[in-house]
Structures are given as C-alpha cells and as structure tokens.
C-alpha cells in the first residue's frame, strides 16, 4: 500500500496535458460570470432563517425603537462603500447656470 501511494505522489502529469502559458479558457469552464458562489448562498440563506428566526422585520423595529443608536450603525455598514456616477451637462444646462450667476451677480 505504501509502495503505491509513493508511486502516485511521484507521478507527474504528462507535459502536453499541462497548461500553456497564453492558452485561452475553453468555453463554459468553471462557474458563469455573475453567477454566485455557493458559500455566499449558503451564508445568506442562514442569516435569513435566523433573522425570521428572532422575530423578522418585527423584532428588527422594535430593536430600532429600543436602541436607535445601534441601529444606524447596522444601518450605515449596509449602505454601498462607494458610489460611482458620472454627470453629464448639456449645453443648455450650462448656458442657465450661467445666466443665473449673472442675476445673482448684479
């Protein structure tokens, strides 16, 4: 049994079977983009079974009515870390902004 698993831990696979360097990925190998992974899944669906589990969005106002402090830390972790966004201004948009600084400047 030993002399076989020393045989196995020595073997190494074939060079043509290893990958290259600057091969592509065949298609639909490994979990599609966006899709989740089963950790998370797992981890999100346990939290919603314990959050039902003490009481649900019921429990969760009364928490906040009872500690309003505590709450809007919760609160605040839950809101996005960064917020992208781009503005784009038209030139009539610009034109009144303009106008408008020329009334308040006279």
Same mark, same amino acid.
């Given at each position: 049994?030993?002399? %076989?698993? %020393? #045989?196995?831990? *020595?073997?190494?696979? =074939?060079?043509?079977?290893?990958?290259? $360097?600057?091969?592509?990925?065949?298609? +639909?190998? +490994?979990?599609?983009? +966006?899709?989740?992974?089963?950790?998370?899944?797992?981890?999100? #669906?346990? %939290?919603?079974?314990?959050?039902?589990?003490?009481?649900?969005?019921?429990?969760?106002? =009364?928490?906040? =009515?009872? *500690?309003? *402090?505590?709450?809007? =830390? %919760?609160?605040?972790?839950?809101l996005p870390q960064e917020v992208r966004a781009s503005v784009a201004?038209?030139?009539e948009l610009i034109a009144q902004i303009q106008e408008g600084r $020329?009334?308040?400047? *006279?």
């Amino acid at each position: 049994m030993a002399i %076989l698993w %020393l #045989e196995m831990a *020595d073997a190494k696979p =074939k060079k043509d079977t290893r990958f290259k $360097k600057g091969t592509a990925v065949a298609q +639909g190998a +490994g979990r599609p983009k +966006g899709s989740p992974n089963r950790t998370t899944v797992a981890v999100k #669906e346990a %939290l919603q079974q314990a959050f039902d589990g003490v009481g649900g969005v019921e429990a969760l106002t =009364k928490f906040a =009515k009872s *500690d309003p *402090d505590a709450f809007y =830390k %919760l609160w605040v972790k839950m809101l996005p870390q960064e917020v992208r966004a781009s503005v784009a201004f038209s030139p009539e948009l610009i034109a009144q902004i303009q106008e408008g600084r $020329k009334r308040v400047g *006279d």
